[in-house]
């Protein structure tokens, strides 16, 4: 079974996002965990939540995905930010595990000039404030692009953040496709050698989720921007490897594409269509 969905917006709440997520048939969804350029978030209803946990069971949905706020930058030596980023994630691990949402999904942080180790010192003590021994919901490290001071665009660097914590097993990784194309692991002529890298560096069982996007920059450009699926540098065929990798293919995939609900409901109608013409049946029983 194939596990897609799309980044939704929370605007109009939660329940109302599993509903859309259901009406574009994908059987997963991400959403913000807060506001994602400011601070604030609301709190759900009861009745909001039942209907939300309702839809999600009804339609079987896969593991959930919440993606942290970008205000939040848990590397920086600036003490309001990171004060703010230490609230940010020990407040919504908590928000988010009570709504049973099995990962929360954050981009590691951009060192602004005090240099990748002291960074990643900073980002290991942000998440050693906020992870218990006794959460269910895992942090996953987002793969980056590279672009100015962001850490995370090497697996060796996520490798160095989860080594560091206090419990290394409640951290696991989100692959970007469109940032690890950008930061230089060309995944669109050898996927196989990409992940055996992986494998290698942080271990395959540690690969939780995947945005599946494309990338409007080139091969190793360290630039951030994602293009619908097949219309950017990776490829249509390149992306589609991904979703039907044996080593890939039970992953929840989320797409972050640029559109609206209407918009990634073709895109995952288009995928679906694709991965059924090219269907041949030793490889694509799941
Ligand atoms: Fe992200
Ligand atoms: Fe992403
Ligand atoms: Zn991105």
Known sequence: MLTIGAHMSIAGGIARAAKHTAAME????????RNPRGSNYRTYEQEEIRIFQDIRNRYSFGPLLAHAPYTMNLASANEKTYEFACMVIREDLVRMEA???????????????????????????????????????????????????????????????????????????CLDTCH???????????????????????????????????????????????????????????????????????????????????????EIAMLRGKLGIRKDEKEWER
């Open 99 to 173: 709504l049973e949402i099995e990962n929360l999904v954050f981009h590691p942080g951009s060192h602004t000039g005090i240099g990748v180790e002291a960074g990643i010192e900073n980002i290991i003590s942000g998440l050693n404030q906020a992870v218990t021994e006794s959460q269910n919901i895992t942090v996953l490290l987002e793969t980056m692009s590279g672009k100015g001071t962001e850490i995370g665009a090497s697996f060796e660097e996520l490798k160095a953040i989860r080594d560091g914590v206090r419990y290394p097993e409640k951290i696991g990784v």
């Open 180 to 266: 690890v194309f950008a930061a230089g692991y060309d995944i669109a002529h050898d996927l196989d050698g990409v992940l055996e890298e992986f494998d290698r560096v942080l271990g395959l069982p540690l690969l939780r989720a995947v945005h599946l996007n494309d990338s409007m920059m080139p091969f190793g450009s360290r630039k951030d921007r994602h293009a619908a699926a097949g219309e950017g540098e990776i490829g249509l065929d390149a992306l589609l490897g991904v979703i039907t990798h044996p080593k890939l293919k039970e992953l929840p995939f989320y797409l972050e594409t640029p559109f609206d609900e209407e918009g990634h409901r073709k």
């Open 26 to 33: 994908a059987n997963t969804m991400q959403i913000f965990s």
